[in-house]
């Protein structure tokens, strides 16, 4: 399967009823999604299988086909359906990414399917507030996650695709309280203030060198969080997934809190080690930062997900969205 990297664009220059026609189709989609046959329909055709037409023809009117072909999000091929997108069903919405391609077959365009973000929307601080700010949103995912409890999101990300993509991601799910910008970090809310700021953080790869598109990596967070205390309000969150590296003449909790330089109290819940390669082991976290005495928490959790630390010792419930057959909150 290949990344499409027409098909994001190609959203973009697509006439206002032809979004109408969109949104139409998205409702069709997540209607189908509720009933378990049409879910797996779903994920065999934006997935890595093909559907004969007849079955297309059983759930789709040929307007729907014609569009679904329009817009480049899937092909056929002598009677058989595939897509060069995958979908992912997080709560009500449905959501397009690109495939999960080998490192060396990612165009630069290429827009990550989701890794570490799905359980990151699991631990989000809900609740209802003013203003949410996805950091390098991708597809999108949590932002439209977001969408849900928030009046209004802004979504930024570095890489364009990841921008006309949200924007179909949030066109084909019918949301309207959210607004993507193409930038770097902050650049494109300069002065503006928001109570939930999440980041799913670029990594870095075997080599040492970032794995993300765009190549910056560490870099990338230190200017991010170096700009966190003008952008977020007073009573605010930020959460984060990433990578921690210690060196031995830097371990990576002084670093963090360097960077952030005001006092912020920050909960991380470590979930193990992650073997990169020889020259470097990281451990991955989801990071929950507030204001308040300036302190670094670290809780640890084994891979398995079978939770293992004092978790009546965390500041707040990070695992309220999470059900027990996902993370065994008693830890036994
Ligand atoms: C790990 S992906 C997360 C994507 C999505 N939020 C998710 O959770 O699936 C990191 C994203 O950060 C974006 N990114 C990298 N550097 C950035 C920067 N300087 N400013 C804005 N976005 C950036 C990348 O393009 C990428 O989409």
Known sequence: MQANIDAGQRYLSIANDTKRAVVTLGARMRELAIRC???????????????????????FSSADQTLLLHMGLTDKSNGNWSSPFCVHFVDDLLIFTDPDLPQAERPTSYVDP??????????????????VLDMGCGAGILALTMSRYAENVVGIDL????????????????????????????????????????????????????????NQGETVLQRFLTGLDEHLTRDGYCQLCCLMQDFPSSRFEDRFMRWLGQDFQVVVVDYGQEDLSALMAARCGWFTIRRGERHFMEFFQPPSLGYSGPLEQLPIDLFANFVISEMDKSGA
Not at 114 to 131: D, M, P, Q
């Open 114 to 131: 989701f890794w570490g973000s799905k359980i990151l929307t699991r631990v989000l601080v809900r609740g209802k507030v003013a203003t």
């Open 37 to 59: 046959e049409g879910r797996d329909l779903l994920a065999t055709l934006f997935g890595e299988g093909c559907v004969v037409s007849q079955m297309i023809d059983s759930i």
């Open 159 to 214: 890489n364009p695709r990841a921008i006309s993509l949200s924007k179909f991601n949030a066109t084909i799910n019918d949301v309207q309280n959210v607004r993507f910008e193409h930038g770097d970090l902050y650049a494109p809310v300069q002065s503006k203030r928001f109570d939930r700021i999440v980041f799913n953080t670029p990594s870095f790869s075997r080599d040492g060198t970032d794995q993300n598109i765009l």
